[in-house]
């Protein structure tokens, strides 16, 4: 199975910073990396896909880059709504697997 | 819109078991392959199976396997998961997700809880 690891495992931020968080792949996924974003109680949503590119409706402060072990999630511009728990997952090969999330505080 | 709405969750005792629900609308549900994902309380995701858009092909966690088994109805836009011999570590909230384009969880349910204790 491929092992994929955060880090940080939590990040404390304030409004209008630029974030990034780490995500590396025990071996090369190639680009089948993709980003969620999760807050309390809720359901993840779907923010990058293929490593870099944005699903839509997500904002450009948003962006991804990388490919084969290592990616990262760039959030520019913090905005309150972006304070939640970020996840990378590679779809390369069964059994699909995600990092072990990255909560990002209000500083 | 997309909505995926999941039921089955409860509580139940180790050993026993539980099916859960998944039902789409919003979608041609026939179109896309489906997975299913949990979170344990305080944990990470994982992921746990997924069927093809036709229900020709599966594949499970290792963790789930033999234990679980996934399954739809496309004439009545509904995935489902029958969990048996539960134990106490598949306590958590189970996802079902749609499998978007490139291979991405791209609409997700509320998730329903189950809790496996004696």
């Known amino acids: 199975d491929i092992q994929m690891t955060q880090s940080p495992s939590s990040l404390s931020a304030s409004v209008g910073d630029r974030v990034t968080i780490t995500c590396r792949a025990s071996?090369?996924?190639?680009?089948?990396l993709n980003w969620y974003q999760q807050k309390p109680g809720k359901a993840p949503n779907l923010l990058i896909y293929g490593a870099s590119s944005l699903q839509s409706g997500v904002p450009s402060r948003f962006s991804g880059s990388g490919s084969g072990t290592d990616f990262i999630l760039t959030i520019t511009t913090l905005q309150p709504e972006d304070f939640a728990t970020y996840s990378c997952?590679?779809?390369?090969?069964?059994?699909?697997?995600f990092g072990q999330g990255t909560k990002l505080e209000i500083k | 819109q997309v909505q995926l709405v999941e039921s089955g969750g409860g509580v139940v005792q180790p050993g026993r078991s539980l099916r859960l629900s998944c039902a789409a609308s919003?979608?041609?549900?026939?179109?896309?392959?489906m997975h299913w994902v949990r979170q344990a309380p305080g944990k990470g995701l994982e992921w746990v199976a997924i069927?093809?858009?036709?229900?020709?092909?599966?594949y499970y966690a290792d963790s789930v396997k033999g234990r679980f088994t996934v399954s739809r109805d496309n004439s009545k836009n509904t995935l489902h998961l029958q969990m048996n011999r539960l134990r106490a570590e598949d306590t958590a909230v189970y996802y079902c997700?749609?499998?978007?384009?490139?291979?991405?969880?791209?609409?997700w349910g509320q998730g329903t809880l189950v809790t496996v204790s004696s």
């Open positions: 071996q090369s996924v190639s680009s089948y």
């Open positions: 997700a749609r499998r978007g384009s490139h291979d991405t969880f791209d609409c």
């Open positions: 919003g979608f041609t549900f026939s179109d896309y392959g």
């Open positions: 997952q590679q779809s390369y090969s069964f059994p699909y697997t």
């Open positions: 069927i093809w858009y036709d229900g020709t092909t599966k």
